[in-house]
T-cell receptor, first 108, second 120 residues
Framework: QSVLTQPPSASGTPGQRVTISCSGSSSNIGINPVNWFRQFPGTAPKLLIH???QRPSGVPDRFSGSKSGTSASLAISGLQSEDEADYYCAAWDDRFWVFGGGTKLTVL | QVQLQQWGAGLLKPSETLSLTCAVYGGSYSAYYWSWVRQAPGKGLEWIGEINLSGGTNYFPSLKSRVTISLDTSKNQCSLRLSSVTAADTAVYYC??????????????WSQGTLVTVSS
C-alpha cells in the first residue's frame, strides 16, 4: 500500500480535460513540493511536473499541477491518444521519498 | 544530452547480493544527487535510496538494513548493493538523477532499467 493515494484508473475522450489526484499527509505533501511522472509500458518514467506546478523544458503546457493542503492534482488538457499511460505522484517525506500507487489513464 | 546507463546481474538466487552500477554521460556530475528506484512487475514505483556528492545517504526505512549506495566520483558512477535478496526483490531497478533544491527537477533523468529476477 502506497503512502500517497491515487485513483487506480482515470479516463477521458480526445480533447477533454482530465485530472488525477494524489492524496498524502502533513509529513509529505502537506509541507513538501509534489512531482508528477508519466510512464509508458516497458519504459522508464519521465518527469512531467516538479515543485508542484513547474514543467521541465520540453513538457507541453497541456500538463499542469496544483496542490492544496495535503492533496495535489495533475491536469491534462486537450487530451490526446498518446497521453494514455501510467501517472505517478511523488513527494519527500521526512527522510525518504514516497510515490503514489499510480493511475492508469485510458483515452477512450 | 545527459544519459544514464546501468549494468549488473539480472538473475540472482535467494540470499545473494544484488549489485548494480550506473554511469552518467554528459552534463555536470557534481551538481546533482543520485537515487535508485525499483518497480516490481505490474506494480508501482518504490524509492530505494539516494546519495549526494558528499557521500551522504538516505535509505527507505524498510530496506535500510540491506541497502548500500556508493559513489565513485573518479568514474562518474553510482552503485547499488542490496543484500539477502528474496523473491520480493524481483523488480526493474532504475538509477535516476535529481537536482538539489526543494522545488527543483527531481528524478529528472532515468537509466534504461535492469530487470533483476530472484529465483532459486
Amino acid at each position: 500500500q502506497s503512502v500517497l493515494t491515487q485513483p487506480p484508473s482515470a479516463s477521458g475522450t480526445p480533447g477533454q480535460r482530465v485530472t488525477i489526484s494524489c492524496s498524502g499527509s502533513s509529513s509529505n505533501i502537506g509541507i513538501n513540493p509534489v512531482n508528477w511522472f508519466r510512464q509508458f509500458p516497458g519504459t522508464a518514467p519521465k518527469l512531467l511536473i516538479h515543485g508542484n506546478n513547474q514543467r521541465p523544458s520540453g513538457v507541453p503546457d497541456r500538463f499542469s499541477g496544483s496542490k492544496s493542503g495535503t492533496s495535489a492534482s495533475l491536469a491534462i488538457s486537450g487530451l490526446q491518444s498518446e497521453d494514455e499511460a501510467d501517472y505517478y505522484c511523488a513527494a519527500w517525506d521526512d527522510r525518504f521519498w514516497v510515490f503514489g500507487g499510480g493511475t492508469k489513464l485510458t483515452v477512450l | 544530452q545527459v544519459q544514464l546507463q546501468q549494468w549488473g546481474a539480472g538473475l540472482l538466487k535467494p540470499s545473494e547480493t544484488l549489485s548494480l552500477t550506473c554511469a552518467v554521460y554528459g552534463g555536470s556530475y557534481s551538481a546533482y544527487y543520485w537515487s535508485w528506484v525499483r518497480q516490481a512487475p505490474g506494480k508501482g514505483l518504490e524509492w530505494i535510496g539516494e546519495i549526494n556528492l558528499s557521500g551522504g545517504t538516505n535509505y527507505f526505512p524498510s530496506l535500510k538494513s540491506r541497502v548500500t549506495i556508493s559513489l565513485d566520483t573518479s568514474k562518474n558512477q553510482c552503485s547499488l548493493r542490496l543484500s539477502s535478496v528474496t523473491a520480493a526483490d524481483t523488480a526493474v531497478y532504475y538509477c535516476t538523477r535529481s537536482k538539489f533544491g526543494l522545488s527543483s527537477e527531481k528524478f529528472e533523468y532515468w537509466s534504461q532499467g535492469t530487470l533483476v529476477t530472484v529465483s532459486s
